[in-house]
């Protein structure tokens, strides 16, 4: 009896203070609401989540009020129902997942208010204009997958492939080089945005240069999963509809070094080819209609039906391939081509110009086309194949549905576009939203975004990827880039893909010998092919 005698008063005395606390945060509450003036404009918030559509399955857009004041009080509301109010003494509002879910969820298609209040030196509230944003009705996919290294100049250390849940803030590592010392990570691409069918290409001295070839889509089991090491490169790549063949370019790249550019680095691409590799029978082949000896050929990407392969092509525009940079090497523009494609008959069609680099008078680069078959997403440059390294490279979209009917390829220049670099870029599976890279923020560190695409093809502001911490990039020394959008995790371990990393046994395979097949590899290069 004295044991239940003793904790009854500190119970109390608990309640008695919860309640204090309580009603002291009903009472601000209440002042918030019923005494404030209001500000002529909306506050300033970090990152910048103002006039954006959202995904409905996004985790909680966290940020910073860049405003003056001792206390603030933010709440996010809609009209469909629901609300969240936080209180905050440092201007961070960090929202509960739960509610945040819950909130979304409610309110598909309909407007989110930021109602933003901050207390100033006077002690009295100030309310600022509402922010508006706006909910999607369609789920972007529910993970990113992208690689994350230091952005050097001429070596590797830390890098690796990640997953982050889009759900939430979790983030794991796919494959990273922690353990493998000397290996580069370089492209990661999946079948039809999931995450049981994927390529992973690997180089180094050590271990050798080849692609990993994951496939689990028999087994939704990790261990079960099929891991082969193919004995060979796959820079570019992409999936064929079928899931029965890849098409990939080989590249001899170099990297040099400006002595007076807004960029210190720069890339130039010797030599290229397109190839496909037969999954079923584990062979490579090409065609002399894209493995010419005086063009470059690279950044294949099939249509949706998978009955014709876009790729871009250049003239070469030298002979000297040990002169580093070669001559001309900035005159050299990139046209968009494509060629019809029989898989049952395995048999190619005609060469047609997409879209030309002397009428656009810019290197067109990185074609990518939506699920549903309608958009084609690239990126133009003043010049080059590397657009990450160009100032200039912006995101533009076609209408391939426009261009059946009328014949012609029309395309315009998106309004997401900064004045740094905008690359590597990505569809969700529905192609109602992009991932792209973008080096908007202070020119250095590519991060990336999310934008959402309605269907008469408009594309709205970006957002960048959320962090739980909204000050996160202020202290990144890392860039994010190469984002791939898929359906789920990827489940395979990275334990198992390390061992398919370390072994000996491989696919080999044999290059077909055409006149624009590159010589046996020197070892590999110590640099970064895709920051």
């Not at 209440?30 to 990152?47: F, H, K, M, N």
């Not at 092509?313 to 002979?319: K, R, V």
């Not at 194949?385 to 533009?396: A, C, G, M, R, W």
Request: some cysteine.
């Amino acid at each position: 009896m004295k044991k239940r005698y003793f904790y009854l008063p500190g119970l109390g005395a608990a309640l008695i203070l919860s309640a204090c606390l309580l009603h002291c945060l009903l009472r601000e509450h209440s002042e918030v609401i019923a005494e404030y003036t209001l500000a002529d404009r909306a506050a300033a918030i970090y990152p910048d989540y103002t006039g954006i559509v959202i995904p409905p399955n996004i985790a909680p857009l966290n940020f910073i009020i860049k405003e003056q004041g001792s206390r603030y009080y933010v709440e996010a509301s809609s009209a469909g129902g629901g609300s969240i109010n936080i209180f905050s003494k440092t201007g961070r509002i960090a929202f509960p997942a739960g509610h945040w879910k819950r909130l979304l969820n409610a309110n598909r298609g309909q407007k989110l208010h930021f109602d933003i209040y901050a207390k100033d030196e006077n002690g009295r509230w100030v309310r600022f204009k509402s922010i508006t944003n706006e909910i999607a009705n369609e789920n972007i996919d529910d993970y990113l997958v992208y690689r994350k290294v230091h952005p050097l100049h001429n070596g590797w250390r830390a890098m690796g492939i990640y997953q982050r849940d889009l759900k939430n803030f979790d983030e794991s590592p796919v494959l990273n080089n922690r353990f493998y010392e000397g290996v580069c990570l370089n492209c990661h691409t999946f079948y039809k945005n999931r995450p049981d069918k994927m390529l992973i290409d690997i180089r180094g001295e050590k271990y050798g240069s080849g692609t990993l070839l994951v496939d689990s889509t028999s087994s939704p089991q990790a261990e079960d999963s099929s891991v082969k090491k193919i004995g060979t490169k796959f820079t570019y790549n992409c999936w064929h509809p079928s899931g029965r063949l890849a098409a990939y370019s080989v590249n001899k790249v170099n990297q040099f070094f400006h002595t007076a550019s807004d960029e210190v680095r720069g890339v130039v691409d010797m030599d290229s080819l397109i190839l496909y590799y037969l999954v079923d029978s584990g062979t490579v082949k090409t065609s002399p209609k894209f493995s010419r000896k005086d063009r470059l050929e690279t950044y294949p990407a099939w249509s949706a039906d998978g009955r014709y392969l876009y790729f871009c092509s250049a003239p070469m525009l030298w002979s000297d391939q040990n002169e580093i940079p070669p001559e001309h090497y900035n005159e050299v523009k990139y046209d968009l081509m494509r060629i019809s494609y029989d898989i049952e008959s395995d048999q190619w069609g005609e060469l047609e110009t997409v879209l030309s680099a002397k009428d656009t008078g810019l290197s067109i680069l990185e074609p990518r086309i939506s699920p549903d078959g309608r958009w084609l997403l690239f990126c133009m440059c003043d010049y080059g194949s590397f657009p990450v390294y160009h100032q200039t490279s912006d995101l533009y979209i076609m209408d391939l549905d426009a261009a059946r009917q009328s014949g012609q390829y029309q395309y315009r220049r998106l309004d997401i576009n900064s004045n740094q670099s905008e690359s590597w870029h990505c569809w969700s599976g529905n192609s109602r939203w992009i991932a792209f890279s973008s080096k908007r923020d202070f020119g250095v560190f590519t991060r990336t975004y999310l934008s959402y695409v309605d269907e008469a093809g408009e594309v709205y502001k970006p957002i960048i990827l959320p962090q739980k911490d909204p000050a996160f990039y202020d202290s990144c020394l890392q860039t994010y880039s190469v984002p791939e959008l898929v359906a789920g995790p990827v489940k395979v371990t990275r334990e198992k893909l390390g061992r398919a990393v370390r072994s000996s046994s491989q696919i080999e395979v044999a290059l077909p010998i055409t006149m624009a097949t590159p010589k046996a590899a020197a070892p590999p290069e110590p640099w970064q092919e895709r920051e």
